[in-house]
């Protein structure tokens, strides 16, 4: 991994998850990039909203570089250690989030993308959606969100959440995971949230051989199964988050799958307020 990407639109949230990408930045040893995008009224039409001069569209910009020269600044003021300190770029640029983050994501070649948690109230995410939502939806490349109770630390453990059903379907991803675990010299823990009370000798026969293949193939032993027996998913990922010891959460958003229905569902509110580490975002492909 050589560089990530940090969206940002200068709330709390996301100068928050600024810092925590820098430090993640300085533990892999990569390079950081600032983005901001200016959603201008005229390129969202919406009832009632009017075209905005181009002198005011200009000044939203300028007041953009501003802000990221700001936060730059403020990201390398701590830098007094000798161990690595990542290069900072920024850009910024106008458009819808979804279609513009992603782009810039490719043009740049950076390998992950940070942002803050949505938060609501804001009348900018009112007026223009959650952008943490569209950013999930248009994903081209990995997602890590940061929730503000987040506090970076080194990350040791990373748990993959997958659905044994069918897991051949997240191979591409977990051998993904493998990669960035490895620079973190993390363990993975693949978990498997059920209301089973027992798994039967053959499912987990089929377990064991499903990890000694990836493991095996990836050259990485630290790999590990877990199964979580909860009555829901919700309440699974509650309890991996607050008692698993990980510090951080993975998972693939398919369209139609188990994540799909927790981020579209009543649920995401309820498990916004639970969980307290960042949660990796892997898409799959259109």
């Not at 890590?144 to 897991?167: C, Q, R, Y």
């Amino acid at each position: 991994m050589k560089k990530i990407m940090i969206a940002t639109n200068f709330s709390a949230n996301a100068r928050h998850a600024a810092e925590y990408g820098y430090q993640l930045a300085r533990q892999i040893k990569a390079g950081v990039f600032l983005c901001n995008i200016v959603t201008i009224p005229a390129e969202t039409p919406m009832a009632g909203l009017v075209v905005w001069p181009q002198f005011e569209s200009d000044e939203l910009l300028e007041d953009s570089i501003d802000e990221l020269k700001r936060l730059k600044a403020h990201l390398e003021q701590n830098n007094y250690t000798e161990t690595f300190n990542p290069p900072v770029g920024y850009l910024n640029d106008s458009g819808k989030v979804n279609e513009t983050v992603p782009n810039a994501a490719i043009k740049q070649n950076v390998d992950l993308i940070i942002s803050g948690e949505h938060e609501p109230g804001e009348w900018n995410a009112l007026l223009l959606g959650n952008h943490t939502h569209d950013l999930i939806e248009a994903g081209t490349k990995p997602l890590l969100i940061v929730p503000g109770a987040a506090n970076f630390k080194p990350i040791k453990k990373i748990a993959f959440a997958i659905d044994f059903e069918h897991p051949e379907n997240d191979q591409e991803q977990i051998y993904q995971l493998i990669d960035f675990a490895r620079l973190l010299n993390a363990e993975i823990l693949l978990t498997h949230i059920t209301d089973a009370k027992l798994q039967s000798h053959g499912f987990e026969k089929s377990i064991e051989q499903f990890l000694a293949e990836i493991s095996n193939k990836a050259d990485y032993p630290q790999i590990y199964y877990r199964a979580v027996k909860q009555d829901s998913i919700e309440a699974g990922l509650n309890w991996l988050c607050e008692y698993g010891q990980i510090d951080m959460l993975a998972m693939v958003h398919r369209q139609h799958g188990f994540f799909d229905n927790l981020l579209n569902g009543s649920h995401t509110k309820k498990m916004a307020g639970h969980i307290t580490i960042p949660l990796l975002v892997f898409p799959t492909k259109k």
